[in-house]
T-cell receptor, first 113, second 110 residues
Framework: DAGITQSPRYKITETGRQVTLMCHQT?????MFWYRQDLGHGLRLIYY???????DKGEVPDGYVVSRSKTENFPLTLESATRSQTSVYFC????????????FGPGTRLTVT | DAKTTQPPSMDCAEGRAANLPCNHS???????VYWYRQIHSQGPQYIIH???NNETNEMASLIITEDRKSSTLILPHATLRDTAVYYC???????????FGQGTTLQVKP
């Protein structure tokens, strides 16, 4: 199916564990983004990528690592999860940067205990 | 990056037009105004965007003032399914990043 998917949809992990959230898009969009949304707040940009092997930090990058070896995939890794990283994570993609809409995935709800 | 100001909440009667205002007084000449909405727990959904001229699509209309310091999103015939948080965003001209604010919670009532 065409679109943008995220996995897993729900994840519970313990403090200190490494966890990777996956994002996959089928449009071959150049740009991909990771956001987090905390309860009652808007979305905040974590990292974004302009193309394969090109990534850059957003507003709240600390504690996260990204990679983009293939255009269609943009995994987000929490190297040592903390309770403050409990959040809903959204991945998005777009073809152009300035004048194009971003398409969002369904989100991953992550709980760190 | 330009900041936006929106009222935290609004109500609208079903079938009536919903007019959602947004102030973006520091917008730069090459920055676009985008509107997204987020229905409970789902990913944000693109609605419309514009640079200078008014825009209309199947979902909504976007009215941008001549000085570009404010805009209004119009849902012409609101339905209960339009109940959501609506985000007005000025897209960074350099990076294309979306900076989300708090948005307006629109409650459409029967």
């Amino acid at each position: 199916d065409a679109g943008i998917t995220q996995s897993p949809r729900y994840k519970i992990t313990e403090t200190g564990r490494q966890v990777t959230l996956m994002c996959h898009q089928t449009w071959s969009h150049s740009y991909m983004f990771w956001y987090r949304q905390d309860l009652g707040h808007g979305l905040r940009l974590i990292y974004y990528s302009a193309a394969a092997d090109i990534t850059d930090k957003g507003e709240v990058p600390d504690g996260y690592v990204v990679s983009r070896s293939k255009t269609e995939n943009f995994p987000l890794t929490l190297e040592s999860a903390t309770r403050s990283q409990t959040s809903v994570y959204f991945c998005a993609s777009s073809e152009l940067l300035r004048s194009d809409e971003q398409y969002f995935g369904p989100g991953t709800r992550l709980t760190v205990t | 990056d330009a900041k936006t100001t929106q009222p935290p909440s609004m109500d609208c009667a079903e079938g009536r037009a919903a007019n959602l205002p947004c102030n973006h007084s520091t917008i730069s000449g090459n920055e676009y105004v985008y509107w997204y909405r987020q229905i409970h727990s789902q990913g944000p959904q693109y609605i419309i965007h514009g640079l200078k001229n008014n825009e209309t699509n199947e979902m909504a209309s976007l009215i941008i003032t001549e000085d570009r310091k404010s805009s209004t999103l119009i849902l012409p015939h609101a339905t209960l399914r339009d109940t959501a948080v609506y985000y007005c965003i000025v897209k960074s001209g350099n990076t294309g990043k979306l900076i989300f604010g708090q948005g307006t919670t629109l409650q459409v009532k029967p």
